[in-house]
């Protein structure tokens, strides 16, 4: 069982950057960021293989960053906050490499509790 741990969530102002990281504690092959807001639904942020390659959502594209190393941990790079960014951020990880599904969340093994980020105006 892969145990995930994310940090790095807070409070920023509108227009600011935070920098999201996710601790692995074993070998995981696509790994995920999803977040939800108050009242809404779990909607998918950003995924990266493997092989390095990502894809994000079309919210977020130019904005964020999703990176990983060599040693289990993931981190996301989010600039030019906005406050229709604020939500709890969640780490996902799969047991296997995912294609085209890999944006949808119930094909994910492993999940973090979760960080804040809050974007005010």
């Known amino acids: 069982q892969v145990q995930l741990v994310e940090s790095g969530g807070g409070l920023v102002q509108a227009g600011g950057s935070l920098r999201l990281s996710c601790a692995a504690s074993?070998?995981?092959?696509?790994m995920a960021w999803f977040r939800q807001a108050p009242g809404k639904e779990r909607e998918f942020v950003a995924r990266?293989?493997?092989?390095?390659?990502t894809t994000y959502a079309d919210s977020v594209k130019g904005r964020f960053t999703i990176s990983r190393d060599n040693k289990n941990t993931m981190y996301l790079q989010m600039v030019s906050l906005k406050p229709e960014d604020t939500a709890v951020y969640y780490c996902?990880?799969?047991?296997?490499?995912?294609?085209?599904?890999?944006?949808?969340?119930?094909?994910?093994?492993?999940w973090g509790p979760g960080t804040q980020v809050t974007v005010s105006s």
């Open positions: 990266i293989n493997l092989s390095g390659s």
């Open positions: 996902a990880a799969s047991k296997i490499s995912l294609g085209t599904n890999s944006a949808v969340s119930v094909v994910y093994d492993y």
């Open positions: 074993g070998r995981t092959f696509t």
